[in-house]
């Protein structure tokens, strides 16, 4: 079963940090680009993040910029996401995607459940 | 960046009915080479992630009933339920795939009237 379990939300105050993790399973990981997601509370879908299959080419949304940080262990099938400098704004379900090659289709699938992340005081 | 644009915001249609979702783009996301849309369409019901139920604007995922179908080329896009169904209370986003940072429709809220 193609299998993304995302790990490591949680309470955290502004200014502190945190790293999810998202454990694949089902799927050749290493073939694979990824990406986070987040969903604020009541909120539509945002972007994130995009890693290559190597991790050689990272893209981070203007609004994480310099604060998060993708990175990938493809021995341990693992995609993470390092967020430093949290604010009230980043309270959000955070999700893990693989984006499909475009000559499959594209788009992202599969999804995991996401993993929530509150920053308050 | 490209902005994606969903109207209405939400839907009320009535079992058995039509319901119709619109996404514009602000550049086009037609590639010119293969001649595909890099538009997604996908279905987040309750407490739930997101499911990719159609892909090159108008291709449906394996398993997606016929009853969905996408259309529209270049900025202007369409999802039509051609015959809605209790289970198909959602909220539905279009994605751009085309140029990064990929972006996403604000969502439409589909309920039954």
């Known amino acids: 079963e193609v299998q993304l379990v995302e790990s490591g939300g949680g309470l955290v105050q502004p200014g502190g940090s945190l790293r999810l993790s998202c454990a694949a399973s089902?799927?050749?990981?290493?073939?694979?680009?990824m990406h986070w997601v987040r969903q604020g509370p009541g909120k539509g879908l945002v972007w994130v993040s995009r890693?290559?299959?190597?991790?050689?080419?990272?893209w981070h949304a203007d609004s994480v910029k310099g604060r998060f940080t993708i990175s990938r262990d493809n021995a341990k099938n693992t995609l993470y996401l390092q967020m430093n400098s949290l604010r009230v704004e980043d309270t959000a379900v955070y999700y893990c995607?693989?984006?499909?090659?475009?000559?499959?289709?594209?788009?992202?699938?599969?999804w995991g459940q996401g993993t929530l992340v509150t920053v308050s005081s | 960046d490209i902005v994606m644009t969903q109207s209405p915001d939400s839907l009320a249609v009535s079992l058995g009915e039509r319901a119709t979702i619109n996404c514009k783009s602000s550049q086009s996301v037609l590639n010119s080479s293969n001649k595909n849309n890099y538009l997604a369409w996908y279905q987040q019901k309750s407490g739930q992630p997101p499911k990719l139920l159609i892909h090159w604007a108008s291709t449906r995922e394996s398993g997606v009933p016929d009853r969905f179908s996408g259309s529209g080329s270049g900025t202007d896009f369409t999802l039509t339920i051609s015959s809605l169904q209790a289970e198909d209370v959602a909220v539905y986003y279009c994605?751009?795939?085309?140029?990064?940072?990929?972006?996403f429709g604000q969502g439409t809220k589909l309920e039954i009237k």
């Open positions: 995607a693989r984006g499909r090659l475009v000559a499959s289709g594209g788009g992202f699938d599969p």
């Open positions: 994605q751009q795939y085309h140029s990064m940072p990929y972006s």
């Open positions: 890693i290559n299959i190597d991790g050689s080419s990272t």
């Open positions: 089902g799927f050749t990981f290493s073939n694979s680009w």
